[in-house]
């Protein structure tokens, strides 16, 4: 469990600056975005407080679910959050996979060699898109999570790079994810390898926080809102997608997931975005809207 005691430089009071210094203070929010592994889950298990700070959020406007899981279909993932005490309509679930697809599907020739899992091809077979086991073939490489890679998957990869010139997709950046016993490696430490052999970066990074996701995102809560919030764990990505969205978008860094209150980034040139609250968790939330509300400050 994290610290509750602040200090000087304790991240939060920095955010609390920040709110002070901005021009224009968001009073009320009429819609939140919540992330998913590390803010509302922790594997099998629930972050104490979830269930409530959701409730919370719906009092307020529409709420959507973003995940850079890039294997679960959207209505996967709402039966996850279903069995963690969170009601969600797939509808309202955005995930790295799905917005992968779209992306591919939109812009990218087929066909789609993927250095990655089942769920994913998946994904793109539910957009229509055709996917090879021949990598000389390829007219895209997927790259994403893969936790049974192995030395002839970057072979293979490799090879659809070397007979012709294909794009280069992957699903998210995240280097490492939660797992039952701790953090495990995640699709961006594919991507890296795939990125490595293949002597190229990707050409698009497809999950949070890019501007695709943020587009699905909007698209799952019904319409552009007014004021949104963006609640996560990561500042690369989760911060990130917020803080690409534009001025009427604010975020919230909770500590219960990859990143700890050491961490939390100042805003410096080389950092990623600063947020613009830090939490200890989202059972924190509920306090967060009702200050927010009110007009008074989060402390």
Do not use: Q
Not at 96 to 104: C, D, E, I, M, N
Not at 117 to 129: F, I, Q
Not at 187 to 198: E, P, Q, W
Not at 257 to 271: K, Q
């Amino acid at each position: 469990m994290v610290s509750s005691e602040r200090g000087p430089c304790d991240p939060r009071e920095r955010a609390v600056e920040a709110d002070r210094a901005r021009s224009v203070r968001v009073s009320r929010y009429d819609a939140v975005v919540f992330d998913v592994d590390g803010t509302l889950v922790w594997g099998e298990s629930t972050v104490e407080g979830a269930a409530e700070a959701v409730a919370a959020a719906r009092e307020r406007g529409p709420v959507a679910f973003v995940s850079n899981n890039p294997t679960a279909a959207p209505a996967e993932y709402a039966d996850r959050l279903s069995r963690a005490g969170i009601d969600a309509e797939p509808s309202a679930v955005v995930t790295a996979g799905s917005v992968t697809a779209r992306v591919v599907a939109d812009g990218h020739p087929e066909p789609v060699y993927v250095v990655g899992e089942a769920g994913l091809v998946a994904r793109l077979h539910d957009r229509g898109v055709r996917t090879t086991e021949t990598p000389a073939a390829a007219g895209t490489v997927v790259a994403s999570i893969d936790r049974s890679l192995e030395y002839g998957d970057l072979a293979a990869a490799l090879r659809a790079f070397e007979a012709g010139d294909p794009a280069f997709v992957g699903t998210d950046p995240d280097p490492v994810i939660p797992g039952e016993d701790g953090l495990v490696p995640g699709s961006g430490a594919v991507v890296d390898a795939v990125a490595s052999v293949a002597g190229r970066r990707p050409d698009a990074m497809a999950g949070k926080p890019s501007r695709a996701a943020w587009a699905a995102t909007v698209a799952a809560l019904g319409g552009e809102p007014t004021r949104t919030l963006v609640v996560g764990d990561r500042p690369g990505t989760d911060v990130a997608l917020g803080a690409r969205a534009g001025p009427d978008v604010e975020t919230a860094l909770v500590l219960s997931g990859v990143t700890d209150a050491g961490d939390v980034p100042e805003g410096g040139p080389d950092d990623p975005p600063a947020p613009d609250h830090v939490v200890d968790s989202v059972a924190e939330l509920p306090a967060l809207l009702a200050d927010e509300a009110d007009g008074s400050p989060d402390l």
